[in-house]
């Protein structure tokens, strides 16, 4: 007996798939080259930019949250978020309200890290979005959308709200 499939399940071939797989990955590898390679002169790596990324976006989020966001362990949050505070990236502020939080932002030198990072990778979508047209953006961030795990979803889409 066969099961009935979806029409979405057929709507792209094996071979279209993997070619979209490879070529996130590829993305992926010079998304990240501009920001690895100022991170590099820091002694610092892709854990380090994500932190930067999300406190700079985020000023006073709790350690619970980004830990929450970036899924890892505390432990390696504490040895990546320790480095950045000790070189005076990131200051740590105990909640007014409930002192047992701790809220982070970037310094100034945090910052300016921050932008360093993100000046090649902003440059890169927007050019990325001009060379595919503006009806590519749209069905980029649908595609990017429908990639996260659908009990997340509503979680990164309030997040990316709070712009």
Known sequence: MSRARAPEAEAYSEAEIRRAIELLFFAYRDFTSGPD????????GRAHHRVIHFVGRHPGITVQQLLDIL???KQSLSRV???????????????ERDRRL?????????EALEAA????????VREAFEEAGPDAVASYQAVLKALVTPGDRQDVLTLLDDD
Do not use: N, W
């Open 37 to 44: 390679a100022v991170l590099a002169e820091h002694g610092y």
């Open 71 to 73: 899924r890892i362990t």
């Open 81 to 95: 978020l320790g480095a950045l505070m000790r070189d005076g990236y990131i200051r740590q502020q105990k909640g």
């Open 102 to 110: 701790r809220h982070l932002f970037l310094t100034e030198q945090g």
């Open 117 to 124: 990072c993100s000046a090649p990778q902003r440059q890169r």
